[in-house]
């Protein structure tokens, strides 16, 4: 006899099949990031998020519109995987100079710059293959590279000793971010850049420029790039692999990213491209084309620049005044972060990020941009979101917080 | 003494590494396609092409410049990884139906209907793991998993006798288009469904159900998604992963797909796509979300299907002239392809594909669609893109082609 509030029999269902290895060696430390972002008062030191004010919203607009409207064969159909020429075209002319001579068969339109460091794992990397990586990395690029199971050759830029080609050695391709490191700020000198290239062309490791912030001067000219520094080949043929992005210069939402290398890099990495996404929106690209076309990104680069140096300016002022006693930090020239590391050895910036949000503050753990996730001792701090006053607050709390976490020790 | 003439001494440059182990087993079809497309008078009925006479262009762009001047938040910023809420939303509530209940936490955005190929293989493959593939196979999806060095267990669909449930066990997913499959047109009918859903819960295997062409019937009324069939739960918890895309039913430029699963899947996926391109173009998305609740897809549904219709009609007819003596096919009631195998199996379509450009038209081989590239004997036509005129004479060509090549056998 069956009673009416007994449960029905559950259908057998056998258990599902076990996710991918790589899955449980991720960290939860965006879900943190996200769920802070929903706590009223907080104030984000965390992110790498751009201000809003920056962006040129009506001219976007207008690109939008006449994108479609204008070039539909470009926008709504199925496109070239490697990118509308015409957009390649206008990257190759923006980026060549001197001896470095690009053509479109130099460049591929990626999904952001965040595709092109998956597919460059797609391209090179069988599991346990290594890769010599600027320490500390950045965790995108982290990420992007766990579903291919490499091990890491840790590449300390931050001393003028390191034995560059031997960190190189035996790894598929090494990767920097010359120009105002994420998370450590820090702008590799131009001597650093020239043994680097020579390390690739001694050792035949690829060189992988990451450049997101490289427009973000804000004191004194721009250091070559070593995508110039290793100007050889027309069109260029040498071992750097340039990653750029329109997500600081223009706004992250068009997700247009570009790879600029060799052709025989860009066409393996086209076929890897092929079986991502197929190929990168018609409609972002051609918005993008018009506003590169156009000039937009040099027409707003001067408003972005003062805002963020002031902000960059404000950030360490405050630190200036609540921290010096607890961290260590160098002022960068530019990007939007600060890496401070803490005087005390012993502190865990891990526990920091919990205590933080406590005090109504969100940083960013050392940890999370170390391969093998033994960095507790630092933290990234961002200044290009928040207004001045709020810096200011936020690096108060976050004195306070320190405080109170090494008082537990 | 050295002569102007005499070349300068190269630097020494160490070789390169290699690439990954996958990329030395890619097939060079696509490029086979591009070339051909630069043959002038060519007729191709090899892609999967829609008719650009089909996109709605002044709607969209309409939709895409207030998509950036009305939400520059949801369309300049960083988003979040799993999509717009919004657009989440608006998917859930356009499947939900009777016992299938949708929340936007069964719902991902992904970067075209490839990008959610390409994370399933990220979050569920390691290599030598299994897949069940209805076979012949999509060779975008085989394009995608490649990386992933799966092996594959073929699922033939096209006989009733089929012990579904032994060829799923072990693997980790099976591969399935219900909907007039690509590449064979079939339409797998609603007790083959029931078997597939059955043999899922049975065997805990993940089912795939990738559905682009699930709006293309010509005759008569869809048959229920595998989705439907697997209700259960609130919000839905059963083993489909449903994938659909906007390229059909709207426009491949704009690049909208989206992933309906259990939570737990979705929730992999988001990892999976966070290190892939961190999130889909938020201008994209938001021009679907708009477009998606005026019903653009509902208004232009009617004119895109008596356009095919009548395509696929006009190909069958040429079909019935020129090839009955030399091809087997099936009538297709939706999609873009007709299936044809050759009576004489002999015949290599990989080389009447060659012989075909010569002849001025362009086929698919079956080969491409086999994991294993042993399916010599047949070819994939498609009708969506070209008028009547060019279809019938495209086939008269093909015809002609295929009498040339058993003449040499």
Redesign the interface.
């Known amino acids: 006899m069956t009673s009416p509030a007994q449960p029905q029999p559950v259908?057998?269902?056998?258990?599902?099949?076990a996710?991918?290895?790589w899955?449980g060696q991720?960290n939860d430390v965006?879900q943190t990031f996200?769920a802070a972002g929903r706590i009223p008062g907080l104030i984000n030191l965390a992110g790498g998020?751009?201000d809003?004010s920056v962006?040129p919203?009506?001219a976007?607009?207008?690109h939008?519109?006449?994108?479609?409207?204008l070039h539909?064969?470009?926008?709504?159909?199925?496109?070239?995987?490697d990118g509308l020429p015409g957009l390649r075209d206008v990257i190759a002319r923006r980026f060549s100079r001197g001896d470095l001579r690009l053509t479109r068969d130099n460049v591929l339109i990626t999904?952001?710059g965040?595709?092109a460091?998956?597919l460059l794992g797609?391209?090179?990397?069988?599991?346990g293959?290594a890769i010599a990586a600027q320490s500390p990395a950045y965790l995108?690029a982290l990420?992007?590279?766990?579903?291919?199971a490499p091990v890491y050759q840790p590449m300390r830029l931050d001393r003028n000793d390191v034995d560059i080609s031997g960190q190189m050695t035996g790894?598929?391709?090494a990767y920097t971010v010359p120009n105002f490191s994420n998370p450590s700020g820090r702008l590799v000198g131009t001597e650093q850049r020239r043994e680097l290239v020579s390390a690739a062309?001694?050792?035949?490791?690829?060189l992988v420029e990451d450049d997101p912030y490289g427009a973000l001067y804000y004191d004194g000219e721009p250091l070559p790039r070593l995508l110039d520094l290793s100007a050889s080949g027309d069109p260029y043929d040498g071992?750097v692999i340039y990653l750029g992005t329109l997500?600081k210069e223009l706004?992250?939402?068009?997700?247009i990213g570009w790879v600029i290398a060799a052709p025989e890099m860009i066409s393996?990495m086209t076929?890897?491209k092929?079986?991502?996404?197929?190929?990168?929106?018609?409609?972002?690209q051609r918005?993008a084309q018009g506003a590169l076309e156009e000039g937009l990104p040099e027409q707003i680069l001067p408003g972005i620049l003062s805002l963020y140096r002031a902000r960059r300016d404000a950030l360490c002022a405050a630190m200036s005044e609540h921290l010096a006693d607890l961290y260590d930090w160098e002022v960068p020239s530019g990007g939007m972060f600060v890496w401070a590391v803490a005087k005390d050895p012993r502190l865990d910036t891990g526990k920091l990020m919990q205590r933080g949000l406590d005090h109504g503050v969100c940083i960013s753990p050392s940890s999370v941009f170390d391969p093998e996730g033994k960095d507790h001792r630092a933290t990234r701090l961002n200044f290009t979101l928040n207004p001045p006053d709020k810096l200011a607050e936020g690096i108060r709390r976050l004195a306070e917080a320190t405080r109170a976490e090494l008082d537990t020790l």
């Open positions: 259908p057998k269902q056998a258990s599902r099949p996710f991918a290895r899955l991720t965006t996200l998020l751009p809003p962006w919203v009506q976007l607009a207008r939008a519109h006449d994108a479609v409207a539909p064969g470009d926008t709504l159909a199925y496109s070239p995987i999904t952001g965040m595709q460091l998956d797609k391209v090179l990397l069988d599991p293959d995108g990420d992007a590279w766990m579903p291919r790894a598929k391709f062309q001694d050792t035949g490791c690829w071992p997500s706004a992250p939402g068009m997700r393996a076929t890897a092929q079986g991502s996404d197929m190929f990168t929106s018609g409609v972002c918005m």
